[in-house]
T-cell receptor, first 110, second 116 residues
Framework: DAKTTQPPSMDCAEGRAANLPCNHSTISGNEYVYWYRQIHSQGPQYIIHGLKNNETNEMASLIITEDRKSSTLILPHATLRDTAVYYC???????????FGQGTRLTINP | GAVVSQHPSRVICKSGTSVKIECRSL??????MFWYRQFPKQSLMLMATSNEGSKATYEQGVEKDKFLINHASLTLSTLTVTSAHPEDSSFYIC????????????FGPGTRLLVL
């Protein structure tokens, strides 16, 4: 699976949109971009995934560039409960393992 | 959504004893479950892949005789840490792949193990 690169940390004000970038320049055509987050001392929580098109669900939006070399996870109205480590993973469906990098530690400030 | 549970949520044991951790998929059947370990301030590391009805596949460096995995049904996988030592103290997390959710992996809440 392709390697992803994320900034180690980000801050965002409560109520504002949090935009988390991810680079995956070596992603292959059958690899999806998955986003998970891990709140302190909990298991990772699935957020969203996409292949080529932008995706939106009740938690977030995922914007994937046309060349698929990067993507952005958008939390439209961040709350204090969104403080967590966010992981961007390039993943082939049915593959045996998710490879977690160091992720981005997002802190939402009041 | 797809829900995965783990039991116990935390356990403290003496060195040399064995500890069993259960992972259950509550609302779906999972032919494949995964076991991860996470040390403080580190990312998740895959330990092994558990396939229902067959032997688990272990990642390089993970001792299969120390971390026994059993996937006896489509909703239950167990991880037994045998002869636990203080260095086995960690956060153990399982995940299950949900066929009806586009093969997405869903994670349990984790089990914190402390070996004294």
């Amino acid at each position: 699976d392709a390697k992803t690169t994320q900034p180690p940390s980000m801050d965002c004000a409560e109520g504002r949109a949090a935009n988390l970038p991810c680079n995956h320049s070596t992603i292959s055509g059958n690899e999806y971009v998955y986003w998970y987050r891990q709140i302190h001392s909990q298991g990772p929580q699935y957020i969203i995934h996409g292949l080529k098109n932008n995706e939106t669900n009740e938690m977030a939006s995922l914007i994937i560039t046309e060349d698929r070399k990067s993507s952005t996870l958008i939390l439209p109205h961040a709350t204090l409960r969104d403080t967590a480590v966010y992981y961007c993973i390039a993943y082939t469906k049915g593959a045996q393992k998710l490879v977690f990098g160091q992720g981005t530690r997002l802190t939402i400030n009041p | 959504g797809a829900v995965v549970s783990q039991h116990p949520s935390r356990v403290i044991c003496k060195s040399g004893t064995s500890v069993k951790i259960e992972c259950r998929s509550l609302d779906f059947q999972a032919t494949t479950m995964f076991w991860y370990r996470q040390f403080p301030k580190q990312s998740l590391m895959l330990m092994a892949t558990s396939n229902e009805g067959s032997k688990a596949t272990y990642e390089q460096g993970v001792e299969k005789d120390k971390f026994l995995i059993n996937h006896a049904s489509l909703t239950l996988s167990t991880l037994t840490v045998t002869s636990a030592h203080p260095e086995d103290s960690s956060f153990y997390i399982c995940s299950a792949r949900a066929p009806d959710h586009q093969e997405t992996q869903y994670f349990g809440p984790g089990t914190r193990l402390l070996v004294l």
